[in-house]
């Protein structure tokens, strides 16, 4: 299986990570420490703010982020204002064609709210339609993996519930950097620029997302009118002047017209919906993702796996850390390809994935000597009828928002309806066209989901809030990121600053869903030694270099003093922020 291009990377991030690579010693375990600090791995500071904070992929969504808090809004309304910032300033990866999930802590209620805005597949195309093309697969792009967005409608829901300005100040600042232009940052280039050559062929998008033809260029002036006012209609007119009014009627006349089957009443009848985070504690640290369609369980289980080892003691970077991660991910991942789906349609046995029992029976068929070649799933299904940004924001009063915002593959569909300024996500790409399968197409069915925000709690308490996106490699990182700061002892910037593992391969919930037979293939960003590489090797693992498909970090920690801890990304434009 190839290695798809990643979301969060450029020629630029991978040179950054090279530079910081290069300071490591090549002797295992040993690291050069930064100058002045003394700590590995870092490239920066946590940044330290006593009431708010904010960390996103994009400087400028940051900064609003915190003017939003400023100006008396929540965690929320300071996450809402940022993810309309980045649909307009990152295209590359998210916008209101797309989907959206969140973790909220509320300190009022001292509990966790998790809110799942994923969009159905259109009624009027189904698996027969699928069989009559010849398809196997479902295309990346144009009408046919288009789904329903739930982004707008997942603003208003958590706005209700957790927002203090009206949704058309949150908007404000989109809309005025829409008509006005804003600079394109360099890796939001390089990605628009991979894109341009791809989507261009779609109805709508070389008008609305390319200059002259071209995709803007590093510190080039981007506007998008388009965008400014169909968000001018949102912000007057609710979520229903996007699912059910004006903007609505466009998108069903417009895949009419180009062979697309999303129609005005697959818009009218959406709705997201409040469910209940699921959690495992590690070393006494509670870790909670939302479960199914979501993959975020799949973090859970992996890090169940890896509970009774001495990590701490292998050490990071060793043979035994990244052997024992990387089994322990094959085995969760064949779970993750057998039984994540649409809980409308098949009831995961989410309970019995993420149980402590059912850790210590997968994990007898972990090997400290060998590399599996297959994973089979450890529980079988029985059917019942029935690219991406990461954000996290925290204001004075305690709630922290954990939210991830996407439109799937790069830029999305490529389907661009006339005068929206919005490009659809092409999400319905995952589902399987085999029947019989727990995540294979139906009408009106939500497709299994990468998108997967994180929170973990320690007494009780909120402790952190964080993700890292980037398709398959997001529960890796949500793994990694905990091993890196429970396990290894680094702070939330070096945590995110390590050198990562993606292991690629696994048998997949999406696609012809192939099933794994040799071991797959192991990515190793550079830090590695050579010692532990050839150690990995003799294990029989496959082990590759790969440029960028380690994804994104955003993460905002409870400082014990008061106050909040954030990191960001290096490896992306982003930064974190406070006041």
Not at 6 to 33: D, F, P, Q
Not at 144 to 161: E, S
Not at 405 to 426: A, E, H, K, V
Not at 486 to 509: C, K, V, W, Y
Request: a neutral charge; proline letters at 7%; aromatic letters at 10%.
């Amino acid at each position: 299986m190839s290695v798809r291009p990643n979301r969060s990377s450029s020629v630029r991030a991978v040179a950054r990570v090279a530079l910081l690579a290069a300071s490591l010693t090549c002797a295992m375990g040993a690291v050069a420490a930064d100058r002045v600090t003394g700590k590995p791995f870092a490239t920066r500071s946590e940044v330290y703010a006593p009431q708010a904070m904010a960390a996103t992929s994009h400087p400028l969504a940051t900064q609003i982020a915190l003017q939003t808090m400023r100006d008396g809004g929540s965690a929320m309304d300071a996450a809402i204002a940022a993810n309309a910032a980045l649909g307009l300033m990152e295209p590359t990866g998210n916008g209101i064609g797309g989907d959206l999930f969140a973790i909220v802590w509320d300190p009022k209620t001292k509990k966790l709210h998790g809110y799942n805005g994923s969009g159905r597949s259109p009624k009027a195309l189904t698996l027969e339609e699928f069989e009559r093309r010849g398809l196997k697969d479902i295309p990346p792009h144009g009408p046919l993996p288009v789904t329903v967005p739930g982004t707008v409608d997942a603003w208003f829901a958590l706005h209700a519930k957790f927002g203090r300005r009206t949704m058309a100040q949150n908007l404000a600042p989109t809309i005025a950097y829409a008509r006005n232009g804003h600079p394109v940052h360099e890796v939001i280039a390089y990605y628009w620029g991979r894109s341009v050559p791809v989507l261009s062929k779609w109805p709508g998008f070389k008008e609305q997302f390319t200059i002259d033809g071209r995709a803007p260029r590093r510190g080039e002036t981007w506007r998008n009118p388009h965008l400014a006012n169909t968000l001018q209609k949102i912000a007057e007119g609710g979520r229903d002047a996007f699912y059910k009014g004006e903007i609505a009627r466009t998108i069903d006349t417009y895949f009419k017209a180009n062979d697309g089957f999303l129609r005005f009443e697959d818009m009218a009848a959406h709705r997201g919906e409040w469910i209940d985070p699921v959690s495992t504690n590690y070393r006494g640290y509670d870790v909670w993702e939302l479960p199914p369609n979501g993959q975020g369980i799949a973090a859970l289980q992996i890090l169940n796996l890896l509970e009774p080892y001495d990590l701490k003691s292998y050490g990071f970077g060793s043979p035994e850390h990244i052997h024992l991660f990387v089994e322990a991910k094959k085995l969760a991942f064949a779970d993750r390809a057998a039984s994540y789906a649409d809980p409308d349609f098949y009831r995961t046995p989410t309970a019995r994935l993420i149980s402590k029992e059912y850790a210590r029976e997968r994990g007898k068929l972990i090997s400290m000597d060998r590399a599996m070649k297959a994973a089979e799933p450890g529980i079988i299904p029985e059917l019942n009828e029935g690219d991406t940004i990461y954000l996290t924001t925290a204001d004075k009063d305690g709630m922290m928002v954990s939210l991830i915002q996407s439109n799937y593959r790069g830029m999305g569909s490529g389907m661009t309806p006339p005068g929206l300024g919005f490009i659809f996500q092409d999400r319905g790409e995952q589902f399987v066209l085999k029947r019989g399968h727990a995540n294979s197409f139906a009408p009106g069915k939500r497709p299994f989901h990468t998108i997967i925000p994180a929170f973990v709690t320690k007494d009780g308490k909120p402790w952190l809030s964080y993700g890292v996106m980037g398709g398959a490699m997001q529960p890796q990182g949500h793994v990694q990121i905990l091993l890196n700061m429970i396990d290894f002892g680094m702070n939330l910037q070096e945590a995110g600053d390590a050198p990562r593992i993606q292991h690629d391969g696994s048998t997949e919930p999406a696609g012809q869903n192939t099933a794994m037979t040799d071991g797959g293939e192991v990515d190793l960003e550079t830090g590695y030694s050579i010692e532990a590489i050839r150690a990995l090797m003799r294990k029989g693992h496959s082990v590759r270099f790969a440029d960028g498909p380690y994804g994104g970090y955003q993460a905002i920690m409870v400082n014990p003093d008061g106050g909040y801890v954030g990191a960001s990304e290096s490896r992306k434009d982003g930064m974190a922020a406070g006041y």
